[in-house]
């Protein structure tokens, strides 16, 4: 089949050699024929570096199994195939008022993929990450059987596969439970800061009084508005609509340009014009769900505006005893080194634990930064980021990922062990192979010189 739509929305990575159907995928594995680190599960291609990407061996395309199964629409526990799109379940739960617990900031994720990450939201504060949401899946291993895993149920295998970037097997369908919500529509508040330190004084109380909660970031600020940028706080509006809007936009970006259209003019105009326009009124406004979660989505392609060489996004979680230290020493960092970030993301995590064994969201704040692949450049400040980081005791999010060291993600996944010891052998990816089976080869070889 062709391979053309199987890259990572970076596009910094090279795409998949090859891709097979779910459907011969399902074949292989029932059979007990897929070959050791043959296979990875690829969903919509909205991971921005290589944990979807197997470049030994092939992906499996999951968007074709995309049924929604069942609702209950007293529960709000929903079942679909792997391969459902959020915009989808968003649309067929909320005439009957239930909207997920968790979203991504793209609706255009699969369910598989959303398990297989444990994504997080504006409201990790409230309720955690996708995984907490989770109450059963389907998942076949190259034994030829089929696993459903609950909390109650092959618990290993549960919270092994939930955060487990499709390693553990094939996600064939799941069951989660949503949120009642009065409306689709936020109302939304946007609060100017003038610096860190007042966003910090502003967020936990934020976080207290709302169920969502994200800062943007002017990073490219200077003098006396560095660090000054907007948070946006809202609820689900109490009389507003049910009806999903339709995912998507006519607006697309239609062809890639031959160089990065994102650059450092580009953005300082872009920065002022965005904080005016969001920032000009503090009233609250009732806002639909689609500007809100999900603005990128808006623009159809606009990875591509980076040009062929793609981004880099670099996403860290630090403590919070060390965030007001640390998050200015980041975004410092970035700015002496001439980068400019197209998108610049803080919000702070809760204490609300998510069942899987490995999981990026961590009490803290995060910080999400997206450059330009510069080559050399670019990658040595990325190394950099993750130095301050792993020092602050923070960890790098793997899927948003596409060159982190073997070392930086043991420090941040100490556990990493476990989740091997659980990998389906039949299951590789390109980013597993680059840090946690380099880990495994050292290991080795430390032991043999015992």
Request: charged fraction near 20%; include cysteine; hydrophobic fraction near 40%.
């Amino acid at each position: 089949m062709g391979i053309e739509r199987f890259g990572s929305f970076g596009l910094a990575t090279r795409p998949a050699r090859k891709a097979i159907p779910a459907d011969e995928a399902i074949a292989l594995l029932n059979s007990r024929a897929a070959g050791p680190g043959s296979l990875i599960g690829y969903g919509n291609g909205r991971s921005y570096g290589d944990s979807c990407q197997n470049d030994a061996g092939m992906v499996v395309d999951m968007r074709p199994l995309d049924r929604i199964r069942s609702f209950n629409v007293e529960t709000g526990v929903l079942e679909a195939d792997a391969g459902a799109l959020l915009c989808d379940i968003i649309a067929y739960a909320a005439p009957c008022g239930f909207f997920p617990a968790a979203v991504p900031g793209t609706q255009f994720v699969t369910l598989g993929g959303a398990i297989a990450n444990d994504v997080h939201g504006k409201n990790h504060h409230r309720r955690g990450t996708f995984g907490c949401h989770v109450e059963a899946f389907t998942l076949l291993r190259s034994d030829g059987r089929t696993y459903r895993c609950s909390a109650t149920n092959n618990v290993r295998l549960f919270r092994a596969t939930i955060g487990g970037m499709g390693l553990t097997g094939l996600i064939l369908s799941a069951s989660i439970k949503l949120m009642r919500v009065p409306s689709l529509d936020i109302m939304e508040r946007t609060t100017r800061f003038r610096d860190l330190g007042e966003f910090f004084d502003l967020a936990e109380a934020a976080d207290q009084a709302n169920e969502y909660a994200v800062a943007w970031i002017d990073q490219l600020a200077d003098g006396h508005g560095r660090g000054r940028g907007l948070l946006f706080t809202g609820n689900h509006a109490e009389h507003g609509s049910h009806a999903a809007t339709r995912a998507g936009s006519r607006l697309a970006v239609p062809v890639q340009p031959p160089f990065n259209v994102l650059n450092r003019p580009f953005l300082t105009v872009f920065n002022a014009a965005y904080r005016w326009k969001k920032g000009n009124s503090p009233a609250p406004r009732q806002a639909g769900y689609q500007s809100f979660f999900f603005p990128l989505d808006g623009v159809r392609d606009w990875n591509r505006l980076y040009g062929p060489r793609g981004l880099f996004q670099h996403q860290s979680v630090v403590p919070e005893a060390n965030a007001r230290c640390v998050v200015p020493t980041l975004l410092e960092t970035a700015r002496r080194a001439g980068q400019g970030s197209f998108l610049t993301v803080l919000k702070r995590f809760g204490d609300v634990r998510s069942p899987a064994l490995l999981s990026f969201p961590r009490p803290g704040y995060t910080l999400t930064l997206d450059f330009p692949n510069q080559g050399e450049r670019t990658l040595s400040l990325l190394a950099e980021l993750d130095r301050i980081t792993i020092e602050a005791g923070g960890a790098v999010n793997p899927y948003k990922d596409a060159r982190m060291g073997p070392e930086v993600f043991a420090a941040s996944f100490p556990q990493w062990q476990r989740l091997e010891a659980l990998r389906d052998p039949a299951f590789m990816s390109s980013f597993w192979m680059r840090t946690a089976k380099r880990l495994d080869a050292r290991r080795g070889v430390a032991e043999a010189a015992e």
